[in-house]
């Protein structure tokens, strides 16, 4: 999740240098609340299949519960994509976010 609130701000960095002097900080604010209370809920609801296929076993003669995870083809199969965006589109977000900034940036200094 940290991931992507590090886009969020990356996003926001972003439109602060795209709108200049023109950035409205309260609707700034609005908006950042409402991508916290709804970002958990997008990536757990992303994620429900762990919870579904997810069993435990009591081991008796070790005296411990095993959590046990039991994925079909398919299952694994999204649980890999799934991790895989998790991880690469947050990265992807912030390189490009960082690029247009530092390029937007040093066409403003051309023209000054």
């Not at 299952?75 to 977000?93: K, N, S």
Request: proline residues 2%; contains cysteine; charged residues 20%.
């Amino acid at each position: 999740m940290s991931n992507w609130l590090n886009t969020c701000v990356g996003i926001d960095r972003a439109m602060t240098v795209f709108q200049g002097t023109n950035f409205n900080k309260k609707r700034s604010r609005c908006i950042a609340r409402w991508i916290v209370c709804l970002l958990p809920f997008l990536i757990l609801n992303s994620m429900i299949y762990e919870f579904i296929h997810r069993d435990l076993f009591d081991d008796y003669e070790e005296r411990r519960v095993w959590c046990v995870l039991r994925y079909s083809q398919s299952i694994e199969t999204y649980a890999t994509d799934v991790q895989y965006f998790h991880f690469i589109a947050p990265f992807l977000v912030n390189l490009i976010s960082a690029i247009c900034i530092i390029v937007y940036i040093t066409s403003l200094k051309k023209i000054i």
